[in-house]
């Protein structure tokens, strides 16, 4: 499930920061950077579309055997790992999740670490 802000938010907070910020603070070349990450997870969203969100819910739903919306099935999930009984196939299913948000959000550290391995 994407974490918030959205990418439209991340736009707009993107552009108000912009808007708002000074060229010559001592941190203009952070906030500069922080600019371009906030666009470009916006910009890989978008291209992902909500692709991620279905295959997501769609292995929640094989995992758990239940319906539900997205948000209900991740609470299913999380309830059942607290209690000790998460189902077979939760690491897996946890694993391709964080990739594929680590995707969107940082895909050098997803090379790094493919690299790696």
């Known amino acids: 499930m994407r974490k918030n802000p959205s990418g439209a938010a991340l736009t707009a907070i993107a552009d108000a920061t912009e808007t708002a910020a000074d060229p010559a603070a001592a941190n203009a070349n952070y906030v500069a950077a922080m600019i371009r990450n906030a666009r470009a997870i916006a910009v890989?969203?978008?291209e992902a579309g909500d692709g991620p969100a279905r295959a997501e819910e769609a292995s929640?739903?094989?995992?758990?055997?239940?319906d539900g919306s997205l948000a209900d099935l991740n609470r299913t999930l999380v309830r059942a790992i607290r209690d000790g009984r998460a189902p077979k196939g939760t690491h897996a299913h946890l694993c391709i999740v964080n990739r594929a948000e680590l995707a969107e959000s940082n895909p050098r550290y997803l090379?790094?670490?493919?690299?790696a391995s």
């Open 44 to 46: 890989r969203q978008a």
């Open 60 to 66: 929640l739903r094989a995992l758990l055997g239940g």
């Open 111 to 115: 090379a790094r670490l493919d690299s």
